[in-house]
């Protein structure tokens, strides 16, 4: 039976994929010493009062490799594991939760005491998403069955590089420029927003090719698909409406009149229209209706999205804008709940960079760290 908290609350520590992906590769080892540590790693580090964090990022990553029989040795090793914690999943079937679910705990706390600081809902969900146990109860004999789900995470996999390697670009610098700059402007002649476009979309294969996860097999269709959206975009406001074009164009996104706000900038409201996403998916998950969630909770007062926009921010642009980079800050966004974070060189930059820029980021995250290998993981925890 999985307890909500054990007796003495260990320390957490979330592991980078590879740190997992090497402990397995080591539990399976033919050279015995090698297997023997593989073993002996948590049993060792529960030893000294500390325990792996699991959620489902991890184990989709560890999921994602062509080689099945890979796939099936790492979910024996995880599932080896005496005690460790995870986050609870709405769906105690499907494995360990993911960001959804500790999004829809966040914004539950918030919308229960709309006065609590991000660190207040932290705390308050905590409670609702740590479980603790064997891994046998993280990693049921569903997963097992995990087959079935490679054409999903192939899929994904493919969207998440794609909106990695647009996300980022702008044709234009035009993110800090106000809405009501924008709000005389008129509609453009039929023959101008072709020939615009079809300057958008030779800058964006560019963009895609050059600075693209390489792993995008034709960046044409890809920069073609978005340039389709856009173009989709501007037709919807082309018909008879009373407000002005700019202000047309962030209703059609999803914003209410009354939401949009003249003197802030484009990047603002694109960072209130993505909040508002984000609550209508908890709303349409089994959350409260959207329309409550929009009075009662505040952008600043999740964590989820404080990490997620530091990120965004201040993380540096780099030169290849992989997928897995998603995946990452999904991870990091875990890290309130753990008591230090193992990630990349990458990610650990970004991370440095938000964290100098941003307190309230810098205290959610806590302490997050890098290791070469797994087994300089264990000398740093002793340590702490």
Request: hydrophobic share 40%; net charge neutral; proline share 6%.
């Amino acid at each position: 039976m999985t307890t909500a908290t054990p007796i003495g609350r260990p320390r957490l520590a979330i592991f980078d994929t590879s740190h997992l992906a090497g402990l397995a590769a080591d539990w399976a080892s033919a050279i015995s010493d090698r297997r023997r540590t593989a073993q002996m790693f948590v049993p060792r580090l529960a030893e000294h009062g500390w325990l792996p964090l699991l959620c489902w990022h991890q184990v989709e990553e560890l999921l994602q490799h062509q080689n099945d029989e890979l796939v099936d040795t790492r979910l024996r090793y995880l599932r080896s594991w005496p005690l460790t914690a995870w986050i609870r999943s709405s769906d105690p079937n499907a494995g360990p939760g993911s960001i959804l679910d500790v999004l829809k705990a966040e914004v539950a706390a918030a919308n229960d005491h709309p006065e609590a600081t991000a660190f207040q809902v932290r705390d308050l969900a905590r409670n609702d998403l740590l479980s603790f146990g064997p891994a046998t109860e993280a990693l049921p004999n569903l997963l097992w069955n995990w087959r079935p789900l490679r054409a999903a995470l192939t899929a994904r996999q493919e969207k998440t590089r794609k909106v990695a390697a647009i996300s980022r670009w702008r044709s234009t610098n035009i993110d800090n420029t106000r809405i009501s700059d924008w709000i005389d402007k008129p509609v453009r002649e039929s023959g101008d927003v072709t020939r615009a476009l079809q300057t958008l979309r030779s800058n964006l294969v560019n963009e895609i090719a050059t600075r693209g996860d390489k792993r995008i097999a034709d960046p044409i269709r890809v920069a073609d698909e978005f340039i389709s959206e856009v173009a989709r975009d501007g037709q919807a406001i082309t018909g008879r409406t009373d407000l002005p074009p700019a202000i047309q164009i962030l209703v059609n996104a999803g914003l209410q009149p009354g939401e949009i706000d003249p003197s802030s900038t484009l990047a603002e409201a694109m960072e209130l229209l993505a909040f508002h996403k984000r609550l209508d998916i908890v709303a349409k998950t089994g959350g409260p209706p959207l329309r409550e969630l929009k009075r009662t909770v505040a952008r600043r007062h999740i964590p989820v999205v404080i990490i997620e926009e530091g990120m965004r921010k201040h993380a540096h642009d780099q030169p290849e804008r992989k997928g897995s980079d998603l995946n990452d800050v999904h991870l990091l966004c875990i890290a309130p709940y753990a008591d230090i974070t193992f990630v990349d060189k990458r990610t650990l930059e970004g991370v440095r960079r938000a964290k100098a820029r941003d307190a309230i980021f810098s205290d959610l995250v806590g302490q997050v760290s890098k290791a070469s290998r797994y087994s300089d993981i264990f000398g740093k925890l002793t340590e702490l």
